[in-house]
């Protein structure tokens, strides 16, 4: 034995607690990157999203919705005048008689059919009138329709 005075590496065991973990870990990282390598596995975030969005295109295929669905339905000409008071009674007021915006209830410069209603509340048009598709979304915006059609009987 040497007593030196200078620690020395006494050949010491590492605690079996540290060493399962050290174990556990190397086979995690292994499962790992064999699962969710897309060059091992196949499997990638990018996929799932392109299936999901080829089954949202069938699902919007298969049941085509026209502007004019709602039109006469009472309790979407009710839900759509709630949010023509919300979004568009600001510009146009509550009743569609016109105010910043033009007034609803007459022909209008771009169409007053409900294609073309339905395109110009989506998309917005030149010189005033934002587009909402996004913010309000196709429903939302098919009962606003049956409620300015509904202004016009």
């Known amino acids: 034995m040497n007593d030196s005075g200078i620690p020395q590496e006494g ?5 079996i607690g540290w060493l399962a973990f050290f ?4 086979i995690f990282i292994v499962v790992y990157v064999v699962r969710f390598t897309p060059a091992i596995s196949g499997w990638s975030f990018y996929n799932i999203h392109e299936e999901e969005m080829k089954a949202a295109e069938k699902a919007a295929a298969s049941a085509p919705a026209s502007p004019g669905k709602y039109i006469g339905q009472a309790d979407a000409i009710a839900e759509g005048k709630t949010e023509f008071e919300t979004s568009c009674a600001a510009c146009h007021m509550a009743d569609a008689s016109g105010g910043i915006g033009p007034s609803l209830k007459v022909a209008l410069k771009y169409g007053s059919s409900p ?8 998309a917005g048009r030149p010189n005033g009138m934002p587009p909402f598709g996004q913010q309000l979304g196709n429903d939302k915006i098919y009962k ?3 409620f300015i059609e509904s202004l016009r009987k």
């Open 11 to 15: 050949h010491n065991k590492i605690p």
């Open 23 to 26: 174990v556990g870990m190397i």
């Open 115 to 122: 294609d073309k209603l339905f395109e110009s509340i989506a």
């Open 144 to 146: 606003i329709v049956a």
